[in-house]
């Protein structure tokens, strides 16, 4: 007998995206100026660590709607740490990297360098913070018309 029906195995270390909260940016701002910021972040973060492919599928996650960015991020390999993807994991073991983190008034990278522990060195490798203005938009974002 054939199988009538196949769902995907669930990998518990994977959360269900949601959509980040409401947020606002210190001072109101143009599109044009996030699609900066957003373009400084996705250029500059894989130069600090973690894999570029993650890093790819990060950016193609956080640019899509919510049911592709479950697929790549399940498909990637990566852990969802916070459901709005503001803090994920790759699989692939690499420990002790440094990781980008953005201040959100410089808009440059800290970079942090952060040996795993023993609990999290069997769940996770790298470690991937998204700011909230590569995954959505502020509430003062300043319209056109």
């Excluded at 973690?50 to 790549?72: F, N, P, Y």
């Excluded at 790759?90 to 008034?105: I, K, M, N, V, Y």
């Excluded at 023993?118 to 995954?135: C, F, M, N, R």
Aim: hydrophobic share 35%; glycine share 6%; charged share 25%.
């Amino acid at each position: 007998m054939g199988c009538a029906g196949s769902t995907p195995k669930v990998d518990e270390n994977s959360k269900k995206l949601k959509r980040p909260k409401a947020w606002k940016h210190t001072q109101p701002i143009t599109p044009a100026r996030l699609k900066q910021m957003r373009d400084e972040f996705w250029d500059t973060a894989p130069h600090y660590g973690g894999q570029k492919e993650i890093w790819d599928a990060l950016r193609v996650a956080a640019e899509s709607d919510l049911a592709l960015a479950q697929t790549i991020v399940d498909s990637a390999g990566i852990i969802v740490s916070n459901p709005d993807m503001t803090l994920c994991y790759d699989e692939r073991g690499e420990q002790g990297l440094a990781t980008p983190h953005f201040h959100d008034s410089l808009y440059r990278p800290v970079v942090h360098a952060r040996p795993m522990s023993k609990t999290e060195d069997s769940v996770a490798g790298a470690k991937y913070e998204l700011p909230k203005y590569v995954l959505s938009e502020p509430a003062n974002l300043i319209r056109d018309g």
